[in-house]
């Protein structure tokens, strides 16, 4: 069993910050890729951030410059630190990993995710 438990979320006016936070716990042996995916209702899950266990990350588009990820591997924790956020970025955020297994196969496992909402 695994979990994922995020947290940060809110509702924060154009041009503010909020700090994204994700921790997996549970049976696993390790995490590879660890990332955030957003979604707001009547479209599809979109990758915003990932980041992988060497910090090799990987933005959309759209956050470039706005949004920065990190993770600290010693606590399993993900952060998604998110500044001059605009009304466009209000969505549900889903904290994402991609795991080994301690039978040594690979899986993908999503928090319950948490609402983002930037509005005056």
């Known amino acids: 069993q695994v979990q994922l438990v995020e947290s940060g979320g809110g509702l924060v006016q154009p041009g503010g910050s909020l700090r994204l936070s994700c921790t997996a716990s549970?049976?696993?042996?390790?995490?590879?890729?660890m990332g955030w995916y957003r979604q707001v209702p009547g479209k599809e899950r979109e990758l915003v951030a990932t980041?992988?266990?060497?910090?090799?990350?990987n933005y959309m588009d759209s956050v470039k410059g706005r949004f920065t990820i990190s993770r600290e591997n010693a606590k399993n924790t993900v952060y998604l630190q998110m500044n001059s956020l605009k009304p466009e970025d209000t969505a549900v955020y889903y904290c994402?990993?991609?795991?080994?297994?301690?039978?040594?196969?690979?899986?993908?496992?999503w928090g319950q995710g948490t609402q983002v909402t930037v509005s005056s």
């Open positions: 994402y990993t991609h795991m080994r297994a301690t039978r040594g196969y690979d899986f993908n496992w």
């Open positions: 549970g049976s696993f042996l390790k995490i590879n890729v």
């Open positions: 980041i992988t266990p060497d910090d090799t990350t």
